[in-house]
């Protein structure tokens, strides 16, 4: 049986990890003319540097997005009201998300822009296409959290077409330990409450998940000694596994 180890679960810093797996920008895009854009956009990119370059080559790339319906946003008539944003925002990077908190960190995704980061789409952008690249700056969020940023910054096109997301996944709260799958091809228009944290396997972060009945559980004991049952069973073939 393909038991999870908790016990074998070490956090590694933000970046440490996706960085094995990012989209090298080297011999993809060509730097053209630079684009001025408005100082509120110019101004997101690390110093305000940015560069214009057109892709040679086909690119992936992924985006952090989600919409979210609650209590905690209303109208004037007390109403809840749809917040956040949308697929195909505008910025975009080169590598995925590790977790909620680290996609949060690597983008300095301010909450106060109130995007759900429950979603990733990953985007294979065509040749020929226009972006403007730099990185990403660092914000303090109004709560006083510094969000250090340094993730690529990539602005795609304003009128870019959503037929080039190839597919979405769930951004796990828990940190990935393999490169995750984008086998998700429609996105609800919003979350609510009982769905903007859906449970994920801890290993490979989908939500294919049976809940094991009493019978079918079992007592394991992780690689530190420390005592687990099991509860449910991942129902990914590649992944089978039982935490
Ligand atoms: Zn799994």
Redesign the pocket.
């Known amino acids: 049986m393909n038991l999870y180890d908790f016990d074998a679960e070490v956090n590694y810093k933000s970046g440490a990890f996706n960085k094995h797996y990012r989209t090298r920008l080297a011999g993809r895009v060509k730097r053209i003319v630079k684009q001025n854009l408005p100082n509120s956009v110019a101004d997101s990119f690390l110093h305000g540097r940015y560069y214009t370059a057109i892709v040679t080559k086909p690119l992936c790339l992924y985006r952090v997005f989600g919409r979210y319906k609650g209590e905690y946003f209303t109208d004037e008539q007390g109403n809840a009201r749809v917040v956040g944003s949308f697929a195909n925002g505008a910025f975009v990077t080169t590598e995925f998300a590790e977790s909620r908190i680290d996609a949060k960190i690597r983008l300095a995704l301010e909450p106060a822009w109130l995007n759900s980061h429950a979603y990733e789409a990953k985007i294979i952008v065509p040749k020929g296409t226009i972006l403007n690249i730099g990185k990403v700056a660092p914000v303090t969020t109004k709560g006083g959290t510094f969000l250090s940023g340094g993730a690529d910054q990539i602005l795609l096109p304003r009128d870019w077409s959503e037929n080039i997301i190839v597919g979405y996944r769930y951004i796990t709260v828990t940190q990935l330990r393999n490169p995750p799958e984008y086998s998700i091809k429609n996105i609800p228009s919003f979350d609510i409450k009982s769905t903007v944290y859906p449970l994920t396997?801890?290993?490979?972060?989908?939500t294919d998940i049976r809940l094991l009945s009493q019978d079918e559980r079992i007592d394991y004991i992780g690689s530190k000694g420390n005592k687990y049952t099991t509860r449910h069973i991942?129902l990914?073939p590649k992944?089978?596994?039982n935490w």
């Open positions: 396997c801890p290993k490979c972060g989908k991942c990914n992944c089978n596994c």
